[in-house]
């Protein structure tokens, strides 16, 4: 039996009904479909990092989208329960898939692997939600130009609702939105049914979904992933290994986690590394200490963290290479026994801070991300410099403001002789922090005989470490790069191995020179007088890093890092996959997963 065809302004009703489905779902997908996006790279940032998570996510997307214009429509209520599904377990298939993507997949398959299984199926069927409504080239507007340009905008509202720690949230509320949908088409569904044979014609299978969504939904909001954000007893250890995680959250540039790897490990397994405490940004070491019986000093207490527990040396090299700072001939006394200012951009573990602060330097703090600063503080014996030398924000923001004070103000805030910019995670560094721009702002604020130490790890020989060079030299005039290698540095590391170097740059019209280190600058470490009183074999010509047998003005141009001209962050992919086969190398996958 045909239904009865509609004529006049019914016709027009039911067409505009269906043209505001249409509005609707395109809507529903363009806003939702970021949103998911933005939360799904936050759950697989701490497996993978965000360059590597971001890698051939624009083609899964793409790919998708294009598969659900080619393959025939689906019906709705198909469409809308797989996406409750797929949403509402994502918290749970991302890290399941992701581990094991990244174990057998590696820096180079690992984020296909994980964007085909998790990712893909979302957006093939959000995108086949509007193919059900609309045209196919309603579905390449809406979605190639709304969702898929929109991952920065959801991004915005992620952080904007307070919800960036918050991500299974927001996998929870667009799932019960997906579940809200699809009762809502059933129940359409069973009206049409009621209406066409004068009963309501409902399938027993179709009426235990409905009870049961319910259940599901609610179970798993409280079952939560396998990780350790949500946990509130710490410190966890792993049944698997020698590992203790005394604090694990989520924070603004990602997981923010404190472990230890126990001295039982060298019962085990010998040539592991051990007797460690680490503080890790999601797939980056921010730093570490020895800890238990690798605590060594010359002859003093150790420091301590706030319960108490001695703390030994830094586990890099470069955090120490970067106290050198005090060391430039002009920075290294304190006239009329009035100590040095120092700025610290990016705080890490606090080994720099703390020890300009026992120097007696007067130190400002700029931290992006709260809780590095306090785990630095509570497990790593960064001592509070006081509330007006601290700032848990972006530095950039910081800087402008402090440049607009000195401009505007009669009564100058102090300059800084000394700064050390540390901004490395994750492989890559903030492109915004090392443009032309920012380093001029920066010299702003500086003394003239200032100092600024700026530490870049990568491939000395690529582009992004040339780029850093030649930006610092034309910022700033002259510059001395030192790197923290171990052993003889030759042309073969410069280029194929992953290594840290410090720029220490200045816009003085002396020299910049080193005094040579003494007793007191080692502040009873082992660790600093290697690498203090071995300054001048760590040097490395600047011209490696320029290339200077090619130099020209056409270089430069091609190298400067400016605001407008965004280069930076495509030449890091490269070390970005690099910087993750090395942190795989350092610790076991099971640390990495472990979060």
């Not at 573990?349 to 026992?358: R, S």
């Amino acid at each position: 039996m045909h239904s009865p065809k509609v004529y006049g302004p019914g016709r027009n009703v039911l067409a505009l009904r269906k043209h505001g489905q249409v509005v609707l779902s395109v809507l529903a997908v363009t806003l939702g479909l970021p949103l998911f996006i933005a939360a799904y790279k936050r759950a697989l940032n701490p497996l993978f990092g965000s360059v590597l998570t971001e890698q051939y996510l624009d083609l899964v997307v793409y790919s998708c989208t294009a598969l659900a214009i080619v393959f025939p429509r689906q019906a709705i209520r198909r469409i809308l329960l797989g996406l409750a599904v797929l949403v509402q377990i994502a918290p749970h298939s991302t890290y399941c898939v992701g581990i094991y993507a990244a174990r057998y997949g590696g820096s180079a398959n690992g984020p296909l692997i994980c964007h085909m299984l998790v990712l893909a199926p979302v957006v093939h069927l959000s995108a086949s939600l509007v193919t059900y409504f609309g045209s196919r080239f309603v579905v390449l507007f809406g979605l190639a130009s709304g969702a898929l340009q929109s991952y920065s905008i959801a991004e915005l509202m992620v952080h904007g609702l307070s919800l960036e720690s918050r991500k299974d949230y927001v996998f929870l509320f667009l799932g019960i939105l997906a579940y809200a949908g699809w009762v809502k088409v059933c129940a359409a569904e069973d009206k049409l049914g009621l209406m066409r044979n004068g009963f309501e014609v409902v399938s027993l299978a179709r009426q235990y979904l409905r009870l049961l969504f319910p259940a599901v939904f609610l179970l798993f909001s409280v079952i939560r992933p396998p990780t350790l954000t949500s946990y509130r007893e710490f410190p966890h250890y792993s049944v698997q290994y020698p590992l203790r995680i005394l604090s694990s959250q989520e924070s603004t540039t990602g997981v923010i986690v404190v472990g230890e790897l126990l001295d039982t490990l060298k019962d085990t397994v010998p040539d592991a590394l051990h007797s460690i405490r680490f503080l890790r940004a999601s797939h980056s070491l921010l730093g570490g200490v020895w800890t238990g019986d690798a605590v060594v000093t010359m002859g003093d207490v150790p420091r301590t963290d706030e319960s108490g527990t001695p703390l030994g040396d830094s586990i890099y090299c470069a955090f120490v290479l970067q106290e050198a700072v005090r060391l430039v001939n002009g920075t290294s006394e304190c006239p009329d026994h009035h100590c040095k200012r120092a700025l610290v951009i990016g705080v890490g573990t606090g080994i720099v801070a703390d020890a300009l602060a026992q120097h007696g330097i007067s130190t400002t703090l700029v931290e992006v991300d709260p809780a590095v600063y306090y785990a630095a503080r509570r497990y790593f014996g960064l001592k509070h410099p006081g509330d007006d030398n601290v700032f848990l924000e972006d530095a950039r923001g910081w800087l402008e403001r402090r440049v607009a004070t000195l401009a505007a103000s009669s009564t100058h805030p102090p300059k800084f002789d000394m700064v050390v910019h540390d901004c490395f995670s994750g492989g890559g560094v903030p492109e915004h922090l090392y443009t032309i721009e920012f380093w001029n702002e920066l010299g702003a604020i500086m003394t003239p005989s200032g100092v600024v130490a700026v530490n870049f790890a990568g491939k000395l020989g690529s582009k992004s470490s040339r780029a850093v060079a030649t930006t610092l030299l034309k910022a700033f005039g002259q510059c001395r790069v030192f790197h923290d290698y171990l052993g003889a540095i030759t042309e073969q590391h410069l280029q194929n191995e992953f290594i840290n170097a410090v720029f220490f740059c200045s816009k003085s019209a002396s020299p910049l020179t080193f005094r040579p280190s003494m007793e007191g600058d080692y502040l009873h470490s082992y660790l600093r007088r290697h690498v203090l009183s071995g300054l001048e074999r760590r040097e490395l010509p600047i011209s490696l890093l320029k290339n200077a047998s090619v130099w020209s003005a056409e270089a430069e141009d091609v190298f400067l890092l400016t605001d407008t001209d965004k280069k930076l962050n495509e030449w890091q992919r490269a070390d970005a996959a690099e910087h993750w086969r090395v942190m795989r190398k350092v610790l076991p996958d099971i640390v990495w997963e472990t979060y």
